[in-house]
Structure formats: C-alpha cells, structure tokens
C-alpha cells in the first residue's frame, strides 16, 4: 500500500474523524489519499497553517479526541507551530502532520527544505520523520499513542514526499483505536498512598482544593464534586480548570491565581493549611508566580497528576499520587473515614465563604450595571451569561476576554464549556478556535470571543467560518490597542505608551464582506439586545463590541489591581 494511503487508513482506523489543514505541492500523495478517504475523514480547509493549529487544539478540548492539523514544508511547517506549542503547555492531545521534501534530496539545497525533527523538539512530546514507507503505519500509531497516553500532548510527523509515495507492507497498517481519545489509559496509585492522602485531607482544619486542566482531560468532575461536597472542602480552579465544578455549588470559589481571580478565592488559598492540587502544574499564573501559596514556609501540599514530573515540582508534598485524576479522587473519597464528621467540622468555613462570595458577586453586578461609554467588559459579560445556555461553548482569547470571563462568568454546570490558551496565551486563537469546536461540539451553541488585536491575527478564518456555513457568533471587544501590553506600560512604566495603538477599523464592515452578519455596538443600552439578536439569527454573526481599555477599566488581574491601588494610595498622600 502506498504510504500516504497507509497513513490516511491508520488515522481512521484509529478513530480520527477531521483533520485541519490546507495543501502544499509536498503534500500531494496525502491529499490524495484523503480524497479516497473523505467518507470516513473529513478535512477542514483552513486559510492559514496557525489557525489549523489551533483549531486542532481546541478540536481536541472539546471532543476529549486527539486533534489532527496538517501543512506542507517550509514555511508551513513554521507557521503551524503556535497551536502545537499551546497543545503540548495544555496537555492537549494534538498529532501534526507537516509534508517534507524528499529523503533523497537531503542536503542539497532543495525548496523548502528544512529540519523538521529540530524545529518540532521543543514543543512536542514525540516528533519524527518517517524517512521510509515502510515503516509509515508504525510511525503514525505511535505518535497517536504518544499523543494521548499518559499526559496528553502534541506529537509531530514530517512526511518526505518519497516516503509518501513508497510502499508500506499491508499487514503493517491497522489503527489503535483505544488511544483515539485521552486519556488513553488510566492508572491509579498504590492504595498506602491514597489511604495517606485521604487521611490528611479529613485532618486538616483549613483544607482547599485546587483543579487544573487535568480533571477535565480526565472528565473527573463528578468525582472531584463528590469528595469535596461530601467533605465541605472548597475547590478552586486555575484557568485551564474551570468547569471542573459548578461555580454554583457551596463549595466552588472559582478562579485563583494571577489573572481572573476572585479577591476572596485567592484568600482562601493563602489561608489554607492543606492544598490538594489535582491536575494542575502549579505554574506561575495559577500561583502568583509561586506565593499563593508561598514557597518558603508553605501548607501542607497533595498533589495528583498523571505525569510524575509534576508532582512535587513547585511544591514539597506530604503525599504524591501519580495516576489519572478520575480513579484517584473516587479512590480517596472511598478511603475517608467517617466523611460526615469532616463536612460537619468544615461547614462554618464553607458557610463564611458563601458570605464572601455574595459580596463579590454584588461587586460585579454593581460593575456591570454601569451604563458608561466606552462599554464596560463587565456589561459584555454580564450580557452573555443572561443569554447564554449552560451547554454553550466559549472560545476565547488570552488578552482582554480571558480576566473578565474567568472572573465573572459563572459556570453552571461541570465539564469544558470555556475554552482558552493559556500555556503561550497565542492572540488570534478564538476566530479559528470556534472552528474546532463546532465540529467537536454535536451541535451544542459555539461562540468566539475576541479583542481587535487578535482580529488583525486570524480575520481570514472569517472566510473558512461562512464556507462551511458555520453558526458561529463572534463577539469582539474593541478598545483600539493592544491593551494588555499597554496596561503594563500604564501601571509599570509611568504611562510611557509605544507600540500598541490601532488606526480605527470598521470591523463590522470586514466581516460582511467575508458573508458575516455583523453589527457595531457602541452604546451601553444596546448590549444585551445585541447579543440575543446575534444569538437568534442562526447563522454566522460578528459582533464589534466598543469596551474600555485596560488602562481606565483595570480588569481582575491581582498585580494590576494591587498597583492601582497602590497608585491610588500614593496619588492621596500627596494631596
């Protein structure tokens, strides 16, 4: 069998359904297996080797699937790498494919040739060159496997076009159909370990839980509702984890860290005296840069997390279980003794941080009612909550949108509704992102949420989103800059504003002419009519949403927030 058909047949037989990509002149023998293969996988033409990328990545956060993007050589091998990088920092289960000039031609200055091996090592898991047909079949089951199994991440194929064109034997090419979806394999730790753990947790007096991405790719959100509930612990989420709880229940106090915290959240954290991350790699976001908790002098720490590497990383622990969040939490609720006993001696803290959490949420709703222009963020996303069902996936942006739907938009039932980059925080993500999710979403509602300095990144998704007819509603925040950077520059370099300034656009009117609906918003009463109107047309809509900048509407970022009021406090003093 040739090659390329080989590998177009294990993909399938694997499980694969879309691949994200578009053609190369190497990647002819591929595409034309995929012609013969269109029944059974269907390829999603994309107008840019990033956005097939992303769309991979979030394909792939959606569906619990392993996400296929491909791209041919030279510069699309370089073009296709930020969604490979986000997919392995997120412990996405992501396989690129990347055409390549021959193996024949190998130094000899042929177009496009490049070291394909070198450029993918850093930001993958397992990445090769199939530099024979004959072992094409073997080379992509094990980067499926790799892919998926144990921490999920981005693995990598360079196809040469003569190894695509060659002979693979038959009997070598059958799917793996049980690592089509991560996690692949679950394992669960020695049960001393979670008897330990178990028994820690039931001690402490001030215990928190702290979920990362890792309890959605495991789908544990049952089993982390259910130990902390019955035990009255309060779970928090990094960025990545939210929606491993509903932030209706008792126990949830949403996100912590750095970037769209609630100010109560992360008190609970600095005041615990046992953490239990679950799934999370205690990075610098999630723990303010390593002092929610403090290094020096931390709580006692637990940690659960499928990749040894992580566990004990940032933080000593007094237990580390190494297995799949899922059987683990199930595991060391079963080892509780007497749970009712631990809820009961808990229920005050939790009650007390009812209290704080209704005050923080008449705080946002105080926010949100101002009626200013430009429009607050807090308007936007009070608005989308009224709209929005709670099967409805959001797909959004690093920049602006991600402190004010962290923070504020609260998620009512468990699971991944909220999809956003935050291993590279990439801009341009969310236009090409809501491609992914449509087709990974089963017809549940998909919405895009964007600012106008990652419009300028991705804007000819727009073209791929109304070829295939796709009832997308983007909503974008535009203030005119990039704001995140030139909030830095307000609050850290004495207003000394460079580099960061838009011409005005009307981006409404780019959208229509790539077939969008689409309307501007500018006044503060027109919001949420907008919104429903954008929602019930039904097919794609683009909506401009006029925001405040970061530099006059600081968003719920702890250090900004912090040096606002450090700012405020010195501005006084010297009146």
């Known amino acids: 069998m040739q090659g390329a058909r080989a590998l177009v047949e294990v993909l399938a037989a694997s499980g694969v359904q879309h691949i994200f990509g578009l053609p190369g002149d190497t990647g002819m023998p591929f595409y034309d297996a995929l012609l013969d293969k269109r029944s059974d996988i ?43 990088a986000e997919a392995q920092g997120s412990a996405i289960p992501l396989l690129c494919l990347t055409s390549d000039t021959p193996v024949n031609q190998q130094g000899r200055g042929v177009l496009t040739e490049l070291d394909q091996e070198s450029l993918f090592r850093p930001v993958t898991k397992w990445n090769a060159r199939v530099n024979s047909a004959a072992t094409m079949a073997e080379a992509t089951r094990r980067a499926i496997r790799m892919a998926t199994g144990g921490r999920p991440g981005a693995t990598h194929l360079a196809l040469p076009t003569d190894a695509q064109e060659g002979e693979t034997p038959d009997d070598s090419v059958y799917g793996v159909p049980e690592f089509g979806s991560a996690p692949a394999m679950r394992t669960r730790p020695d049960q001393a370990l979670i008897e330990r753990a178990a028994a820690a947790l039931a001690a402490a007096e001030r215990p928190a839980i702290i979920a990362g991405g890792g309890v959605l790719t495991s789908g544990a959100w049952d089993e982390l509702t259910a130990l902390a509930e ?70 006692d720490v637990i940690q659960i997390d499928v990749e040894p590497f992580e566990v004990g990383n940032n933080y000593p622990v007094i237990v580390g279980l190494v297995g799949d969040a899922k059987l683990t939490l199930e595991a060391m609720l079963e080892a509780v003794s007497r749970p009712a006993a631990v809820a009961s001696r808990n229920r005050a803290h939790i009650e007390e941080l009812g209290q704080r959490r209704c005050a923080y949420w008449e705080e946002v709703e105080r926010q949100a009612a101002i009626r200013s222009r430009p429009i607050k963020p807090a308007q936007v996303v009070k608005a989308m909550r009224g709209a929005l069902g709670d099967e409805t996936i959001i797909v959004a942006d690093p920049g602006t949108p991600t402190p004010f739907l962290s923070a504020q938009y609260e998620l009512r039932r468990a699971g991944r509704t909220t999809v956003i980059p935050r291993a590279h925080g990439g801009l341009g993500y969310a236009i090409p992102g809501v491609v992914g999710a449509c087709y990974a979403a089963e017809g549940r509602r998909v919405v895009g949420m964007t600012g106008d300095g990652s419009f300028g990144m991705s804007v000819g998704e727009l073209e791929t989103i109304t070829r295939l007819g796709l009832p997308v509603v983007v909503i974008q925040c535009s203030n ?12 850290y370099h004495g207003d000394r504003f460079f580099g960061v300034d838009f011409n005005p656009v009307d981006y409404a009117a780019i959208a229509r002419g790539f077939g969008f609906r689409a309307a501007q918003v500018t006044e503060p009463d027109d919001v949420e009519r907008a919104i429903r109107d954008a929602l019930a047309d039904g097919g794609p809509y683009f909506l401009d949403v006029v925001t405040e900048s970061p530099v006059t509407e600081t968003p719920p970022v702890a250090a900004w927030t912090a040096a606002e009021m450090a700012r405020a406090a010195a501005a006084g003093a010297r009146r």
């Open 480 to 491: 005119g800059t990039f704001g995140w950077i030139k909030e830095l520059q307000h609050l």
């Open 230 to 299: 019955s035990l009255n612990v309060p779970v928090a989420t990094s960025i990545n984890g939210k929606g491993s709880i509903a932030e209706t229940s008792d126990v949830s106090i949403g996100v912590i860290g750095g970037n769209g915290a609630r100010p109560y959240a992360n008190a609970c954290i600095a005041e615990a005296d046992l953490i239990v991350y679950v799934g999370s790699r205690t990075d610098s976001t999630t723990t303010c840069h390593w002092t929610l908790p403090p290094q020096a002098n931390p709580p």
């Open 42 to 84: 269907e390829h999603i033409m994309t107008r840019d080797e990033r956005s097939a990328s992303f769309m991979a990545d979030v394909y792939a956060r959606v569906s619990g699937r392993v996400g296929v993007c491909e791209g041919p050589s030279g510069g699309g091998a370089t073009y296709i790498i930020p969604g490979v």
